[in-house]
């Protein structure tokens, strides 16, 4: 049935969530009597749009309104502190058709980007304001911070053993650092879900690990034949995988950002309910990246994270997110704090490779050297960190950097601007193109 426009809310929390079930329940109906998106006609693809956008808005206001009652409702009063994907399932049970549930969200699993109807869209509304409000969303970045239940099951085994394979990362401990390998080798080191969580397991263990001082990323020597031997960081996000629906928003495209490089950036936190983190409530340790033949998109901006970053002189820099459609992260929030506007405008907005011998990288990189000195010269710098005024002092200058009120609002802006462009008819076209040519990240 044709919507129309949506009433307006009573600021009563029963009757507008009644209202906003209602009026998601009637839209539903509308896209299920149209044809898949791919063979929809241009009117059809009006009718779903007039459908969806009154809907979207709604949303967006009663989190206006009622998004802290949400948010406390779906954490126990602020107890709990679940992860993106557990929370929005949480929202979307407590209150219907504010978030798409469980079963809506398994029935897109899996499909092909271009297949998807935009349910990323609807999580973005949420995070959002579920971010740019600073209470719910400091209590969401910290929960983000938490050592995954994976890290905390691994970690007596990491600490017997001093090794784990983790699937798409290798992690060993030589004396006080931790080495952590990249090695997703079947597509250069491209990023996937699978590596995302496989490094976000890592840094944990390497944060909770109590004789691990600093840590240590490297790419793996690969097997691909044009790279055969040669050590690779990171192309990017694997392009193929987008295209293919393979890449998830909340445990990839935002989970990345308030998991995986907050972590990197700003280390664990722990509960402030267990006595014992008092006063340290950050568990956070300096991290050497040492980069070999390239790092591009997702691959440099974990280069912001860290600490020193020391690459091979025949290195090149880039983050093509414009040129795939998406927004790089926060890079655009931190490269503009060692780039400068200008520059960083050059490097997203146009696309500017920075070669590691070149001038301005050496805002990037803390030391380039012949290619066969990497791997010594950042266990060097490794152990020059390996100091415990180093951790403190790191994290004085994070807060000074990036406050966090700072990170949060971008992070609230982000996660609605990124889950558009996930859907936008620009991405999937660029993105079918750079897949169809074997182009991993």
Known sequence: MPLSSPSPLSGVPGVDAALLAEQAGACDETI????????????????????????????????????????????????????????????ADLYPGLLPGRARLAEEDGLPQALKEGLAIDQGIFFRRVLGDPVTGEHLVDAMRAPTQRALHLLTAFESLGELDLGTVHLERVDDVAHVTLRNLDCLNAETNELTADLETAVDLVLLHQDVRVGLLRGAEMTHPRYEGKRVFSPGINLKHLHAGRISYTDFLLGRELGLLSKLRRGLRPDEGDPGSWPHLDVAKPWVAAVDTFAIGGGMQVLLAVDHVVAADDVYFSLPAAQEGIVPGMANLRLAALFGGRLTRQVILDGRRVPAHAPEARLLCDEVVAPERVGEVAAAAAKRLASPAVAVNRRMIDLAEEPPDRFRAYAAEFALAQALRLHSADVLDKVHRFSTAGRAG
């Not at 969806?52 to 967006?60: A, I, M």
């Not at 206001?61 to 406390?72: A, P, S």
């Open 32 to 91: 299920a009597a149209l044809p898949p998106k791919p063979v929809r006609s241009p009117e059809e693809q009006r009718i779903a749009d007039a459908a969806h956008h009154p809907v979207r808005w709604l949303r967006d206001r009663f989190l206006l309104r009622h998004g802290r009652r949400v948010y406390e409702s779906a954490t126990g009063g602020f107890e709990r502190r679940p992860r993106l994907a557990p929370l929005a399932a949480e929202v």
